[in-house]
């Protein structure tokens, strides 16, 4: 593998997909409770460890910055101007929307070498979400499995194609950068209007220190 590429962040357990016990989305629109270990990496490796892995990491401060980084990327992708100017109301351009928000935290969080754990956390939330949005809208939980490994699969595409084009955004033209973008939405969107989102959030944190970022001053 590539040194750098964003799957590096990422640990084998995550590429299995292994399934949770589901929790739909409140309609509230309250985020389900996300735990960190999968059932299935209990038996790969040893309980005690885990057990105390958990615990910790259940206690790190951290993790209720990270909760609040989460909801702030949710909160983002449903205000962002693009569904006020075009009044648009489809799932599955929020989840574009959502994913590439997420994408750019991922992207920031490697670009200042935070913890691996921590991208893995947002992810593994994001994932459970998604395992929540299928059931909520009437998805069978046999079919869910399938259905997960390909929004993860497409997730996993996007995070590889966008942390490339943040790392050399500056050097680009707006029709490389264009033909990127188009190719990572599940639908026809209006590109210059994403194009300029990017832009803006991507330098902005370039210049971002650690500090504001905790404090959640981005976006």
Do not use: C
Request: net charge positive; aromatic share 14%; glycine share 4%.
């Amino acid at each position: 593998m590539k040194e750098g590429s964003p799957k590096i962040w990422l640990t084998e357990s995550l590429l299995s997909f292994p399934i949770l016990s589901i929790e739909s989305v409140s309609a509230s629109g309250k985020l389900p409770l996300t735990n960190f270990f999968e059932t299935q990496e209990v038996n790969k490796l040893n309980t005690k460890n885990i057990k105390k892995g958990f615990i910790l990491f259940f206690l790190n401060p951290q993790k209720k910055k990270l909760d609040l980084i989460y909801n702030k990327i949710a909160e983002q992708s449903k205000d962002l101007f693009y569904f006020k100017k075009n009044q648009i109301n489809d799932i599955e351009i929020f989840r574009d929307f959502f994913q590439i928000n997420l994408i750019i935290v991922l992207w920031y969080m490697r670009l200042k070498n935070l913890n691996h754990k921590y991208s893995e956390y947002l992810i593994k939330k994001f994932i459970k979400d998604m395992e929540g949005m299928i059931i909520e809208l009437g998805g069978s939980e046999t079919s869910l499995r399938k259905k997960i490994r390909t929004i993860v699969e497409n997730f996993y595409g996007r995070l590889y194609a966008y942390s490339s084009l943040f790392d050399k955004i500056e050097n680009l033209n707006q029709k490389q950068i264009n033909r990127i973008i188009s190719k990572n939405f599940s639908k026809k969107i209006d590109i210059e209007i994403i194009q300029k989102y990017l832009k803006i959030n991507i330098l902005n944190l370039k210049k971002m220190d650690l500090t504001d970022f905790w404090e959640l001053k981005f976006f």
